[in-house]
C-alpha cells in the first residue's frame, strides 16, 4: 500500500515537474516573442518620424499649393504632413528670435513648406532620395530638405538590433526545444517499468504509446495555457505602467504568440513524449536502469 501509494505520488511529481518546466520555458518564448513584436512596432514608429521638408516657391500661388496638398494626400509613402504657410513660418521665427523680422526686412523672405513623414517602407535613404528628387523637379517647389546620413544610421542601428534578436530567438528556441525533450524524457523515464510490464504482457507499441502521447500532449496544453496568463498579465502589466508600450502592442500578432505558444507546447510535448516512449519500447530490462 505505501510502495503504490509512493509510485502515485512519484508519477504525479514527475507530471508536475514537467508542466511547469515547459510552462517556464513557454513563457520565455513567450516573451521573446512578444519583445519583438514591440521592437518591430517601435521601429516602426520611429522610421515614422523620418522624413524631409519641401520647400515652396515665394512665388507659388493656391493652386499650385493646393496640387501639391492634393499629391501629399494620394502619395502612398506620406505617413502625414505637416503645411506651414509663410506668414506661419514668419510668425514663429519672429517669436524665436524676439525680433519683428517683416519689419527690419520690408518683406516676407520666407516660402510655404511641407513637413513630411514618410511612411515605414520608405524610411531608407535610396527611397527619399527618389522621393525627393521627384519633387524637387516640380515647378512649385524651390528645394527638398533631407537627412540622408540620420537615416542611414538608423536604419542600420535597426537592422543590427535585429539580428541580435534574431540570433537570441534561435538560441533561445533551440535551448527550450532541448529542455523541453529532456524535461518529458524524466516523465516518461519515472514509468518505464510500467512501459515494460506492458510490454510483458503483449500489449502492443500503439497501446503503449497512447497515453503516453497524450499525457504528453495534455502537459504541452496546459503549459501553454499556463504560460499564456502569465503573459497575457506581463503585458498587461507593462502597459499599465507605460502607456507608450501599448501602442506597440498590436491584439492580433498578441494573440497569435498565444496561438503559438500552444502550438508548440502541443508539438513539442507530444514528439518528445512519441520518442521517449519508442525508446523504452525498445529496451530490455537491463537498460530500463539506464537513463
Given amino acids: 500500500m505505501a510502495q503504490r501509494r509512493a509510485n502515485r505520488i512519484s508519477t504525479f511529481g514527475s507530471q508536475l515537474t514537467a508542466i511547469?518546466?515547459?510552462?517556464?520555458?513557454?513563457?520565455?518564448?513567450?516573451v521573446l516573442a512578444i519583445v519583438g513584436i514591440a521592437g518591430r512596432s517601435g521601429a516602426d514608429m520611429l522610421r515614422?518620424?523620418?522624413?524631409?521638408?519641401?520647400?515652396?516657391?515665394?512665388?507659388?500661388?493656391?493652386?499650385?499649393?493646393n496640387r501639391l496638398k492634393k499629391h501629399m494626400n494620394t502619395s502612398p509613402y506620406v505617413a502625414s504632413y505637416v503645411y506651414s504657410s509663410a506668414d506661419e513660418?514668419?510668425?514663429?521665427?519672429?517669436?524665436?528670435?524676439?525680433?519683428?523680422?517683416?519689419a527690419i526686412l520690408d518683406v516676407n523672405p520666407y516660402g510655404a513648406e511641407f513637413d513630411v513623414k514618410v511612411t515605414p517602407e520608405y524610411a531608407?535613404?535610396?527611397?527619399?532620395?527618389?522621393?525627393?528628387?521627384?519633387?524637387?523637379?516640380d515647378s512649385a517647389v524651390e528645394?527638398?530638405?533631407?537627412?540622408?546620413?540620420?537615416?542611414?544610421?538608423?536604419?542600420?542601428?535597426?537592422?543590427?538590433?535585429?539580428?541580435?534578436?534574431?540570433?537570441?530567438?534561435?538560441a533561445l528556441l533551440v535551448i527550450s526545444i532541448v529542455l523541453i525533450n529532456n524535461t518529458v524524457h524524466l516523465a516518461v523515464y519515472s514509468r518505464?517499468?510500467?512501459i515494460h510490464t506492458m510490454k510483458l504482457v503483449g500489449a502492443t507499441g500503439s497501446f503503449i504509446r497512447r497515453p503516453f502521447v497524450l499525457a504528453g500532449a495534455m502537459n504541452g496544453l496546459i503549459s501553454a495555457a499556463i504560460a499564456s496568463l502569465m503573459l497575457v498579465a506581463t503585458v498587461a502589466?507593462?502597459?499599465?505602467?507605460?502607456?507608450?508600450?501599448?501602442?506597440?502592442?498590436?491584439?492580433?500578432?498578441?494573440g497569435l504568440v498565444v496561438a503559438g505558444l500552444f502550438v508548440a507546447g502541443l508539438l513539442i510535448c507530444t514528439v518528445a513524449s512519441l520518442f521517449a516512449t519508442n525508446r523504452y519500447l525498445r529496451a530490455n530490462y537491463d537498460e530500463m536502469f539506464m537513463k
Fill in 20 to 30: 511547469v518546466s515547459v510552462t517556464l520555458v513557454l513563457f520565455i518564448l513567450g
Fill in 48 to 65: 515614422s518620424n523620418l522624413g524631409f521638408i519641401v520647400k515652396i516657391e515665394r512665388e507659388a500661388g493656391d493652386a499650385e499649393i
Fill in 89 to 102: 513660418i514668419m510668425a514663429a521665427e519672429t517669436q524665436y528670435l524676439g525680433e519683428d523680422i517683416a
Fill in 124 to 137: 531608407n535613404v535610396d527611397s527619399i532620395e527618389a522621393i525627393s528628387s521627384a519633387l524637387a523637379g
Fill in 143 to 170: 528645394t527638398v530638405l533631407t537627412e540622408s546620413s540620420m537615416i542611414a544610421a538608423v536604419n542600420s542601428t535597426l537592422g543590427r538590433v535585429s539580428w541580435i534578436l534574431c540570433g537570441v530567438a534561435l
Fill in 192 to 194: 518505464r517499468f510500467v
Fill in 237 to 254: 502589466y507593462g502597459a499599465n505602467v507605460d502607456p507608450l508600450l501599448a501602442s506597440c502592442f498590436s491584439l492580433p500578432l498578441c
